[in-house]
């Protein structure tokens, strides 16, 4: 049993959609993994997949100190599109689920992310019948807190499956750090995505090297949140710089997300120098303690010359949790409505950092 044709092309189209031009690898170069370098969390999708210096979830994607300043604990599932091809074979359907609790001086975090599309197989009788192509990642992170300053420690674990057959396994390590150079305002950070790598299926350990059909890159950032004086509208102003040594390639994600009211906030969002990430539009609901994330974005092959532009989206539902006694009594509670509304959105919209509505 083999893949059809129209199978491979799915595949090959969604690596170059996701990861822009590949001028400096060759096509054969690029694993499937290739697929994990797309952003999650609508939130910081929307805002163009700036995340090394926002705190609150992503941290399987952005930074893994990520949950280290969020407000409260939190839970999130997502759903989302991503196109594959022109031939009638599919779109990529991708879901996560993560978790993200935090305390004085620690915090921890899980996510499981699941990539997925249909093909049908072929044999020397013709045409057979369908099967699936998923692509597994289970990540854990976690680190401590000192002061301002938090460091993270990812622990990733993908598998890729083919036909109900295993293609690839790897573990990898990735490092993050976040520090709040103005507490309430101004948050700088940086990670290393998958530079610690243990291949199981080809019995290969990669230390900061090898290993290229994992999406590997470093990324730093900064993110500034305030209020807009003459509208009292909380906001926050964010930029990356990503480099990918998969591809050899600088950007520069750049977005903004203004809460024009205390439930709706709008976000904008480009990936400057991507090729084929062209802009993001996002919009996020907060109703008490559940938050509600779309992201919608366009998109253009960057390889493939004429190629028409494809939309994606994703969608979360967030949930914060209360805040234990025990933090409270060591004066860790989160910001009251009056507080969080100076502040602004400093984490993630899956952890309070906005002001709440009466309950």
Not at 103 to 125: I, P, R, V, Y
Not at 208 to 235: E, H, N, Q
Request: with cysteine; charged share 15%; hydrophobic share 45%.
């Amino acid at each position: 049993m083999s893949m059809t044709a129209a199978a491979k092309r799915l595949l090959l189209a969604s690596a170059l959609l996701f990861s822009g031009s590949a001028a400096a690898q060759g096509v054969g170069d690029m694993g499937r993994f290739q697929i994990a370098d797309e952003p999650t969390t609508p939130r910081l999708g929307a805002m163009g997949g700036v995340g090394a210096a926002i705190p609150g979830g992503g941290f399987s994607f952005y930074n893994a100190a990520s949950p280290a300043f969020a407000d409260r604990p939190f839970i999130s599932v997502e759903y989302g599109s991503l196109p594959g091809s022109d031939d009638g074979t599919g779109d990529l359907a991708k879901s996560k689920i993560e978790a993200g609790w935090m305390s004085k001086k620690w915090f921890a975090g899980a996510s499981l992310t699941n990539w997925s599309t249909d093909f049908l197989t072929a044999s020397e009788q013709g045409i057979g019948s369908s099967a699936s192509w998923q692509l597994l990642q289970a990540s854990l992170t976690g680190g401590f807190k000192i002061g301002r300053f938090a460091m993270g420690n990812c622990f990733d674990f993908y598998q890729d499956y083919m036909a109900d057959q295993i293609d690839d396994q790897a573990f990898t390590y990735s490092p993050g750090f976040l520090f709040q150079l103005v507490p309430g305002k101004v948050t700088l950070g940086g990670s290393m995505r998958n530079y610690v790598r243990l291949d199981t299926t080809l019995a290969k350990f990669a230390w900061f090297g090898g290993a290229i059909s994992l999406p590997r890159y470093v990324r730093a950032g900064a993110a500034w949140t305030d209020t807009l004086k003459c509208a009292s509208m909380p906001f926050t102003a964010a930029a990356d710089l990503l480099y990918s040594e998969v591809y050899k390639r600088l950007t520069m994600p750049v977005g903004v997300e203004v809460w024009v009211l205390p439930c709706l906030a709008a976000r904008l969002g480009v990936p400057i120098h991507d090729q084929s990430d062209l802009v993001h539009f996002g919009v996020g609901v907060r109703i008490n303690s559940i938050t509600c994330d779309f992201d919608y974005g366009l998109t253009q092959p960057g390889l493939i010359p004429g190629a028409s532009i494809e939309q994606k989206w994703l969608l979360a539902l967030s949930y914060s949790l209360p805040a234990s006694h025990a933090e409270e009594r060591k004066g860790n509670a989160p910001a009251s409505p009056a507080k969080a509304s100076k502040t602004g959105a400093t984490a993630d919209s899956s952890a309070v950092t906005v002001p709440l509505l009466p309950q």
